[in-house]
């Protein structure tokens, strides 16, 4: 199946500090890459759409001057915190869509990110 | 708003079958999935369903459709202890749109 990659897997960082996290689809091509937040014991918050070329698209409530999103390949999507604070710390998730039979969505492992 | 509910905890004991339930508000739906997720993991794609299908089967899980009450169901034959995580539908309408998740199903399976 394909493949999506994440880097750093965990990181943590300080208070006040930008955090940069790496989405790569390794054996295909994507135009369109997702990032999602997840809580603990809780389902998938999709934070933006992420397209090649383009600006993000941010869902609702979701700081786009503290989240920063390019896309600058059709391989890579990268996900900025900037000034990191403690309520940030959470499990960050990309995702990139393969358009085949059944418009299948490939997930990264995630990052999790902690701001202490 | 898209709105997918699941029941939050299912425990069966090991060989047994294994039925997750899912329901959701968003007519337009075009395709649902069901992801698995370990702990500390990402999700893996499990099997998807167009919405003019009513059944799909893969090895030991079937999926089942319901559009008209907009039900989803995931049936794991032979659950295993390998089979414990937490399992999630979603729907989109399709075309590269976001997908939607539900709240998540933690399956418990006793040896």
Redesign the interface.
């Known amino acids: 199946?394909a493949v999506v990659s994440?880097h750093p897997s965990r990181v943590i960082c300080k208070s006040g500090t930008s955090v940069k996290i790496e989405c790569r689809s390794l054996d295909f091509q994507a135009?369109?890459m997702?990032w999602y937040r997840q809580f603990p014991k809780?389902?998938?918050m999709?934070m933006a759409?992420s397209n090649e070329g383009s600006k993000a698209t941010y869902e609702q409530g979701v700081e786009k001057d503290k989240f920063l999103i390019n896309h600058a390949s059709l391989t890579l999507s990268t996900l900025t915190v900037t000034s990191a604070h403690p309520e940030d710390s959470s499990f960050y998730?990309c995702?990139a869509?393969r358009?085949g039979e059944?418009?299948?969505?490939?997930?990264?492992?995630?990052t999790?990110l902690t701001v202490t | 708003g898209e709105d997918v509910e699941q029941s939050l905890f299912l425990s069966v004991r090991e060989g047994d079958s294994s039925v997750i339930n899912c329901t959701y508000t968003d007519s337009s739906s075009t395709?649902l999935?069901w992801?698995k997720q370990e702990p500390?993991?990402?999700?893996?794609?499990l099997t998807?369903i167009?919405s003019n299908m009513d059944m799909k089967q893969d090895q030991r899980l079937t999926v089942l459709l319901n559009k008209k009450d907009k039900h989803l169901s995931l049936r794991i034959a032979d659950t295993q202890t390998g089979d414990s995580a937490i399992y999630?539908c979603a729907e989109?309408s399709?075309?590269?749109q976001?997908?939607?998740?539900?709240?998540?199903t933690k399956l418990q399976v006793i040896p």
């Open positions: 199946g994440q135009t369109t997702f809780q389902s998938l999709l759409t998730i995702s869509f358009q059944g418009y299948e969505q490939y997930f990264g492992p995630g999790r | 395709y999935y992801y500390g993991a990402g999700l893996q794609l998807y167009f999630f989109t399709g075309g590269y976001k997908v939607t998740f539900g709240t998540g």
